[in-house]
């Protein structure tokens, strides 16, 4: 008993300066970037005009400065964000990061917890006008792989998606399944948000799963033109 209360006394403090710490890392190595385009800026300003709750997406492995984006850009500017976190111990301290930036949780994943999840994310959207932030990859992937969560949510709530990329001219690239960015501090980045889109209410089995594959498409071609737009700025100014 002893034991057990001790171990979860080291976890504790664990999850409690490893969130503390990682907050303000994310912070700022975020506020050193050097933004060299935001694709889709228009995308932004009518978020920022119209208020309505939408459904933000991005790969798994862009989850350090995507997150840092958005909560610049758009939560400290008033857009009500719920994040959706397995309850992985890893996602158990990116979920206590989002809470001291003061976003919502909806803690599950396609493997735990998942429909739970879904009707917290979709209350968020229709009842409480939050945003919602998830990573379609994850939490385990495979890689760049758009699981059929995201889908159905957009297809039930009839809220628009809206997937978000950003490439870095230097980054660390982890060894994990996804392998993870983080940008390095001072480094030149372009980030892009895609044009909104709406799953159809109406679909078939065959019809969901093309619109699954539409978007995983969508999402890979954005990746290549955010990454390809760097290269460009690189090319210019060496």
Known sequence: MAQNKKRKLSRELALSLGSWLMKWLIQIIGATTRVQAVIGSEVVENLLK???????????????????????????????????????????????????????????????????????????????????????????GPVYQFQMGTVLLSQFTQCEIIPICFAADRAWVFRSWDKFIIPKPFSRTVVSFGQPYIVPRKLSEDEKENERLKLEKAMMEQVRQTEALLQGFISQKG
């Not at 997150?67 to 850009?73: A, F, G």
């Not at 890893?90 to 735990?112: P, Q």
């Open 50 to 140: 119209n208020r309505r709750p939408v459904i933000f997406c991005f790969w798994h492995n862009r989850i350090f400065y995507s997150s840092w984006y958005l909560h610049k850009y758009l939560f400290k500017k008033g857009i009500m964000l719920t994040v959706l976190i397995s309850q992985s111990d890893d996602g158990e301290l990116i979920a206590r990061v989002v809470k001291r930036w003061g976003g919502r949780l909806a803690r599950g994943s396609s493997t735990r917890g998942g429909r739970e999840a879904l009707q917290i994310l979709s209350n968020a959207l229709k009842k409480q006008n939050s945003s919602i932030v998830t990573t379609p990859d994850g939490p385990k």
